[in-house]
C-alpha cells in the first residue's frame, strides 16, 4: 500500500503546485492564505519561481547524487554505482537544459532578450559544457571498468564547480538575474519580498520536484543495471 | 504576440511549465525505449538458450 501511496502523493502534490503557481492571483497587500504579493518589476512574471527554480535544484540534486556515488564506485568498484551516477548525471543535464531554456524564455520577457550573457546565464552554459564533457569521455571509452573509473574521477573533480556556478558566482557579481549583488528590490532568490504563501508553495514544488527525480532515477538505473546483468547472463551462457 | 505575451504574463508563466513538461516527456520517452531493447534482448536470450 505505502508502495504506491507516495506515488499518489507526489501527483496530488505537483497537482496543487501546478494549479497554485497559475491561478493565485498576485495582490498589492495580500492578506488570504492563497495571495501572492506584488514583486515591482517581476509582477505576474515572479509565478516562474515556481517551475524554473525546481529545475535548477534538481540540476544540483542530480550533480551531488551523482558525485556521491562516484565516490562509492571508487571505493567498492561495484559497476551498479557507476550505473547509478551516470543516470543521475543523465537526468542533471536534463534539468540543466530546463533551466536554461525556462530561463531564456522568461528572460525574453523580463529583460528584452533570450540571452545576454547575465552571470546567470554564463555559470549554467559552463556548467552545461563541463557536464557535457563527460558524455563525450563516457563514449570514447570501450572498457566497463575503465569508463566507470575515468568518469567517476571526472565527476568527483567536476562537481567542484557546481556551488561556485550555482550560488557563488551569480550572487557576487552585478546582474539581472533576481538575487545579484546590485538588486535592489530582490535580494537573496529565497526570501526576496515572499510571503507565507509564496514560501509554501515554492517549498511544496521543490519537495514534488524532488520525489519525482528520485522515482526518476531510479527507473532510470534500474534498466542500466538490468540490461548489464543481462548481457552478462547472455555471455556465460 | 509579443505585446500580448508581456501584457499577459500570465501565459509565459504558462509556456514555462510547458517546457518542462516536455523535458520530463522526452526524458520517459527515451527511458521506455532503452526497456524496449532491454526486452528485446531477454527475448532474443531466451530464444538462443531453447
Given at each position: 500500500?505505502?508502495?504506491?501511496?507516495?506515488?499518489?502523493?507526489?501527483?496530488?502534490?505537483?497537482?496543487?503546485?501546478?494549479?497554485?503557481?497559475?491561478?493565485?492571483?498576485?495582490?498589492?497587500?495580500?492578506?488570504?492564505?492563497?495571495?501572492?504579493?506584488?514583486?515591482?518589476?517581476?509582477e505576474?512574471?515572479?509565478k516562474?519561481i515556481?517551475?524554473?527554480?525546481?529545475?535548477?535544484?534538481?540540476?544540483?540534486?542530480?550533480?551531488?547524487?551523482?558525485?556521491?556515488?562516484?565516490?562509492?564506485?571508487?571505493?567498492?568498484?561495484n559497476?551498479?554505482?557507476?550505473?547509478?551516477?551516470?543516470?543521475?548525471?543523465?537526468l542533471?543535464?536534463?534539468?540543466?537544459?530546463?533551466?536554461?531554456?525556462?530561463?531564456?524564455?522568461?528572460?525574453?520577457?523580463?529583460?528584452?532578450?533570450?540571452?545576454?550573457?547575465?552571470?546567470?546565464?554564463?555559470?549554467?552554459?559552463?556548467?552545461?559544457?563541463?557536464?557535457?564533457?563527460?558524455?563525450?569521455?563516457?563514449?570514447?571509452?570501450?572498457?566497463?571498468?575503465?569508463?566507470?573509473?575515468?568518469?567517476?574521477?571526472?565527476?568527483l573533480?567536476a562537481?567542484?564547480?557546481?556551488?561556485?556556478?550555482?550560488?557563488?558566482?551569480?550572487?557576487?557579481?552585478?546582474?539581472?538575474?533576481?538575487?545579484?549583488?546590485?538588486?535592489?528590490n530582490?535580494?537573496?532568490?529565497?526570501?526576496?519580498?515572499?510571503?507565507?504563501?509564496?514560501?509554501?508553495?515554492?517549498?511544496?514544488?521543490?519537495?514534488?520536484?524532488?520525489?519525482?527525480?528520485?522515482?526518476?532515477?531510479?527507473?532510470?538505473?534500474?534498466?542500466?543495471?538490468?540490461?548489464?546483468?543481462?548481457?552478462k547472463?547472455?555471455?556465460?551462457? | 504576440?509579443?505585446?500580448?505575451?508581456?501584457?499577459?504574463?500570465?501565459y509565459?508563466?504558462?509556456?514555462?511549465?510547458?517546457?518542462?513538461?516536455?523535458?520530463?516527456?522526452?526524458?520517459?520517452?527515451?527511458?521506455d525505449?532503452?526497456?524496449?531493447?532491454?526486452?528485446?534482448?531477454?527475448?532474443?536470450?531466451?530464444k538462443?538458450e531453447?
Amino acid at each position: 500500500m505505502l508502495k504506491i501511496s507516495w506515488k499518489i502523493f507526489l501527483f496530488l502534490l505537483l497537482a496543487f503546485v501546478s494549479i497554485a503557481g497559475i491561478a493565485f492571483p498576485i495582490v498589492e497587500n495580500p492578506h488570504a492564505w492563497y495571495e501572492f504579493p506584488l514583486i515591482p518589476g517581476l509582477e505576474e512574471n515572479a509565478k516562474i519561481i515556481f517551475f524554473h527554480v525546481p529545475t535548477a535544484w534538481l540540476t544540483v540534486v542530480a550533480f551531488l547524487v551523482s558525485t556521491v556515488y562516484s565516490f562509492k564506485y571508487l571505493r567498492t568498484k561495484n559497476l551498479d554505482d557507476d550505473a547509478k551516477a551516470y543516470s543521475s548525471t543523465q537526468l542533471g543535464m536534463v534539468f540543466c537544459i530546463l533551466a536554461t531554456v525556462t530561463g531564456a524564455v522568461w528572460a525574453k520577457f523580463a529583460w528584452g532578450s533570450f540571452w545576454s550573457w547575465d552571470p546567470r546565464q554564463t555559470s549554467i552554459f559552463a556548467l552545461l559544457l563541463i557536464y557535457g564533457a563527460l558524455f563525450a569521455l563516457r563514449s570514447s571509452i570501450e572498457s566497463e571498468d575503465k569508463r566507470a573509473t575515468l568518469s567517476a574521477v571526472y565527476s568527483l573533480i567536476a562537481f567542484v564547480t557546481v556551488p561556485f556556478f550555482i550560488f557563488i558566482m551569480p550572487r557576487i557579481m552585478k546582474g539581472l538575474h533576481p538575487g545579484s549583488a546590485d538588486d535592489t528590490n530582490a535580494g537573496p532568490v529565497v526570501n526576496f519580498k515572499m510571503n507565507g504563501s509564496m514560501q509554501l508553495i515554492f517549498f511544496l514544488s521543490l519537495i514534488g520536484f524532488t520525489i519525482l527525480y528520485f522515482w526518476m532515477w531510479r527507473l532510470s538505473y534500474k534498466t542500466i543495471i538490468y540490461r548489464d546483468k543481462l548481457d552478462k547472463k547472455l555471455i556465460r551462457g | 504576440m509579443e505585446s500580448f505575451l508581456s501584457n499577459n504574463a500570465i501565459y509565459i508563466v504558462m509556456i514555462i511549465v510547458l517546457i518542462v513538461w516536455a523535458g520530463i516527456f522526452f526524458y520517459l520517452f527515451s527511458l521506455d525505449k532503452r526497456i524496449k531493447n532491454v526486452e528485446k534482448e531477454l527475448k532474443e536470450g531466451v530464444k538462443n538458450e531453447k
